[in-house]
């Protein structure tokens, strides 16, 4: 199932403040979307008026190509996984998964054995096979979120809207389920979109990420294109860890503020004036004090230990220590002397928090 | 018990200080205030001789006026769950003005004086009274029948009702709602399925206690109740009516069999709510 959200307005209610404020959004069949974004920045906001929970002011939202009025047309055809799962606590698992199914009228319900083989198949599908008799109490949070989706899934959705499903879970226990909700959505060819505050759970599992922010959609792009190209100096800070660096450009050189920063050069079309380095951490680059002029005078590199194959060091600036780290390879690392000069020259540029360069 | 006695002596190996003192306060507060009493009211009867006991106990009269207290109370309370549900959804769910002083007042009946009640119910619904009088021409007579003793005690036990079932309402979780919506259910079965079946635990123990309040009901309903032996007598009154005929013996056994049909209701009650309540427990 498609969505198209064009133009959508929401306001708080009972306020001039919009909640979503001018969204256009169009996911086709079969994508995998990640809405991201700090909180209060209208993603749940934007899911649930596509789920119908929620009215909005101006703008349409399509979905197969078409309006839909009231909650009782969606009903069945999106599959919807709360937050805290809102499982049903006075019902069994079983019951949970079937309820959509059982609230049927007579003449469209399936018979009590094909419900009970369909719950039995999604228990399979969930992994979690011998779960239909407990209670929702009496499971673990990753078991209810699968109860959740199962739950969802019961009725054949062919969209599926997950409002910040991992929340609730543990580390080890997100990044499997991640994995396999992937496998799943390729498996059942729904179309899914994904609320998250987490960018890196994001950038793993969808294969769009639209970052939002004020109620407004600041970057709509694959993860390689947002990672690559970010649009603002929020996308880049939202991203992961991004030092930032005030400098001016002048006649094709960014000369940075701070001293132990080495000047760079920039490309022509950016105009002249004071603009923003960001980067990665990884992407710092240091040069050892003999390399370059003496002129400049060299600032503390201090060594933090090696995680994730990198290591990690902080640079120590005048008024401030900004971290970088270099990939750790036993026998190819670069060796960090205790001090020297940082090279930003693979910096994106933002102006005014918009990139520039 | 043996256990109990000695983790008492030994202090509970409990991190909290003054697990004996406030153990030992616990017990002899509810040993003073419900088990002396209670033991008392288990032993008196016994006490002019077991013949006497049994000749009270073949009193038509009493058993009249037992199963009409039981009876009403039954039905009062049993009226007031539909009642107290909706009440207790308005005061949570409904965004209705003057909610907060519709709030304060719920608790009035328990805290006016129960003859106060009983007085203002029999001027309203007697013969004469503002309602009474219109609805006697259209053939419904309240005061001074049994629907009168049920009337007075539904007023006395709604607050049980609402006070139990409102803050699991207030509780339960709107997104429950929104799911069961989105599955494909239609407003009568959310309502059913999936926001009264999570309160019948509170609204049986909301029953419950409506039930013992109106069994034990004294003040409220004599005025209304119109009092006729075998017909709108309540055993409470009955236990007074024995007691100024300086009749102990029929007065305590009274007393008894009302208490002990009262544990066994409750102890009943009980058993369904946990019934009902399964899915809560645990891990």
Redesign the interface.
């Known amino acids: 199932m498609s969505v198209q959200v064009e133009h959508l307005v929401r306001y708080a209610p009972g306020s001039t403040r919009r909640l979503l404020n001018d969204v256009s959004l169009n996911v086709p069949t079969g994508a995998f979307v990640a809405l991201v974004g700090p909180s209060g920045a209208g993603k749940t906001t934007l899911l649930r008026a596509i ?3 929620d009215t909005f002011e101006q703008g349409t939202l399509l979905l197969d190509g078409q309006t839909m009025g009231t ?2 047309d ?3 055809k ?3 996984v ?3 799962y ?7 698992v079983a019951k949970n998964i079937s ?2 199914l059982d ?2 009228p007579r003449s469209e319900r399936p018979s009590r054995s094909a419900i009970a083989a369909r719950v039995q198949e999604l228990l399979d599908l969930m992994q979690i096979p011998d779960a239909g008799a407990s ?4 499971l673990s949070g990753g078991q209810r979120q699968r109860v959740a989706l199962a ?2 899934l ?2 054949g959705p062919k969209l599926l809207l997950l409002d910040e499903p991992f929340g609730a879970l543990d580390p080890i226990v997100r990044r499997s389920i991640r994995t396999w909700l992937k496998a799943l959505h390729e498996r059942l060819g729904l179309t899914t979109i994904l609320v998250t505050h987490d960018q890196d759970e994001a950038v793993e599992i969808a294969d769009r990420i639209v970052v939002m922010q004020h109620g407004q959609i600041v970057q709509d792009a694959t993860p390689e294109e947002l990672n690559r190209n970010p649009q603002t100096a929020f996308v880049m800070e939202f991203l992961g860890e991004a030092p930032s660096f005030n400098g001016i450009v002048q006649d094709g050189l960014m000369v940075p503020d701070e001293a132990g920063l080495l000047p760079f050069a920039v490309d022509a079309s950016v105009p002249p004036g004071p603009v923003t380095a960001m980067l990665r951490p990884y992407e710092i680059q240091v040069c050892g004090p003999d390399e370059r002029s003496a002129q400049e005078p060299v600032i503390p590199l201090v060594a933090e230990g090696a995680r994730n194959g990198y290591r990690h060091y902080r640079a120590q600036l005048a008024e401030r220590s900004v971290p970088f780290s270099i990939p750790d390879f036993t026998e190819n690392t670069v060796e960090i002397q205790a001090s020297g000069l940082l090279d930003i020259s693979r910096a994106r540029l933002f102006r005014d928090g918009e990139r520039c360069g | 018990m043996k256990q109990a006695v000695l983790s008492f002596l030994r202090g509970g190996g409990s991190a909290l200080p003054g697990y004996r003192l406030a153990l030992g306060v616990t017990l002899l507060w509810t040993g003073f205030f419900i088990v002396l009493p209670l033991c008392a009211l288990i032993i008196r009867p016994w006490q002019d001789g077991v013949g006497a006991m049994v000749a009270a106990t073949h009193d038509t009269r009493m058993f009249a006026a037992l199963w009409t207290s039981f009876s009403s109370a039954f039905l009062a309370a049993v009226l007031n769950v539909p009642l107290g549900l909706l009440l207790a959804w308005a005061l949570v769910r409904g965004d209705l003005p003057g909610r907060k002083i519709a709030d304060a007042l719920i608790d009035l009946p328990l805290a006016l004086p129960t003859a106060v009640s009983g007085i203002t119910l029999a001027t309203l619904y007697g013969p004469q009274g503002w309602l009474g009088a219109p609805l006697a021409k259209l053939g419904l007579v309240l005061a001074y029948s049994r629907t009168g003793i049920v009337l007075a005690l539904m007023f006395v036990g709604l607050p049980f009702v609402v006070r139990t079932v409102e803050p699991v309402l207030k509780n339960l979780p709107r997104d429950m709602e929104e799911a069961a919506v989105l599955l494909g259910a239609r407003p009568w079965q959310v309502v059913t399925r999936v926001v009264i079946a999570p309160l019948l635990p509170a609204l049986v123990t909301g029953f419950g206690l409506a039930f013992a309040r109106g069994v034990g009901e004294y003040g409220s309903v004599i005025f209304i109740a119109g009092n006729q032996p075998f017909k709108s007598e309540i055993a409470p009154l009955l236990i007074v009516v024995r007691l100024q005929e300086f009749d102990y013996a029929g007065a305590t056994a009274i007393a008894l069999i009302l208490l002990l049909t009262s544990l066994l209701a409750l102890v009943l009650v009980s058993l369904v709510r946990r019934r009902l309540s399964v899915w809560g427990e645990q891990r």
């Open positions: 789920a119908g929970l909650m009782r969606r009903a069945r999106i599959g919807f709360f937050q805290n809102a499982l049903f606590p006075h019902m069994t309820f959509g609230v049927l209670y929702p109490a009496r739950r969802a019961a009725t």
